[in-house]
């Protein structure tokens, strides 16, 4: 069974490398690979990927070892650990707002004792079988929910209220804000946190329930702070971006020399 690179660097205490996939480019898991990202933030909630789509990045990450993370766009049981058979590192659930939904979510995706996820076996997660019937005493729901994580996302005023809450739920392996959603919906209580304040409270609760959490990081200054705070989730690229910009410079370059 592959052993997750995220995991790895966080039980050394480290910060794990992240970058976004936002469209159906395999080239890019192994470019990621090549560069020392240890994960890849697969985005199913505002992407469209099909089943087989989602298969292929996940056997290429296998391929050249890197861990892939997918939000997905649904909550269904089984759809959820299929992912994790499919051989995802981890999960990454949006709009988690309560200790209730997150401890539903550790019942989706963690084997017993600390879930309820459905055994199979036959998936890449296990080598199609393989790993079963060639080692002695495989230990296989014990490794998956040793291998494995599950990210929950704090996006809501409500979210950071429960903060404590959620974060006690065991199972729960990280927390990350979403400052997008956050924001927005901070914009519409009386007397919000700002999101620094944010960044603090669930830094202190990370710790305070020996679990992680990570934000979105948008520059070199925003990765400094994070880092002071503890913060182990660092997404520090994406194929959005690195597009964009690679046009936008191309461009202004071809301006120059035209004259423009």
């Not at 970058?19 to 933030?41: E, R």
């Amino acid at each position: 069974m592959r052993k997750s690179k995220t995991l790895a660097k966080w039980k050394n205490q480290q910060p794990a490398k992240f970058c976004a996939l936002q469209h159906y480019v395999p080239s890019f898991v192994k470019h990621a690979a090549a560069f020392g990202y240890d994960c890849i933030w697969l985005d199913l909630e505002h992407r469209a990927f099909d089943d087989r789509e989602v298969q292929s990045l996940l056997t290429m990450s296998h391929l050249h070892n890197i861990d892939v993370m997918v939000r997905p766009s649904t909550l269904e049981k089984s759809k959820l650990y299929r992912y994790l058979e499919d051989g995802a590192a981890g999960l990454m659930i949006p709009h988690v707002s309560d200790a209730e939904k997150a401890q539903n979510l550790v019942n989706a995706v963690k084997f017993p004792p600390l879930g309820d996820r459905g055994i199979d076996g036959a998936g890449l997660d296990c080598g199609f079988m393989v790993d079963f019937q060639e080692q002695e005493n495989f230990d296989y729901t014990n490794l998956v929910n040793q291998e494995t994580f599950l990210v929950v996302q704090i996006e809501t005023p409500a979210a950071v209220k429960n903060i404590d809450a959620i974060a006690s739920v065991k199972g729960v392996d990280a927390l990350f804000i979403g400052i997008g959603d956050l924001g927005l919906r901070y914009k519409h209580v009386e007397r919000p946190n700002t999101l620094d304040e944010v960044d603090v409270i669930i830094s202190k609760a990370a710790k305070k329930y020996g679990i992680h959490w990570g934000r979105p990081i948008r520059n070199e200054e925003d990765a400094k702070r994070a880092l002071e705070l503890g913060c182990q989730i660092f997404p520090f690229a994406g194929d959005f971006e690195l597009i964009m910009g690679g046009l936008r410079s191309r461009a202004e370059q071809l301006g120059q020399i035209f004259g423009e």
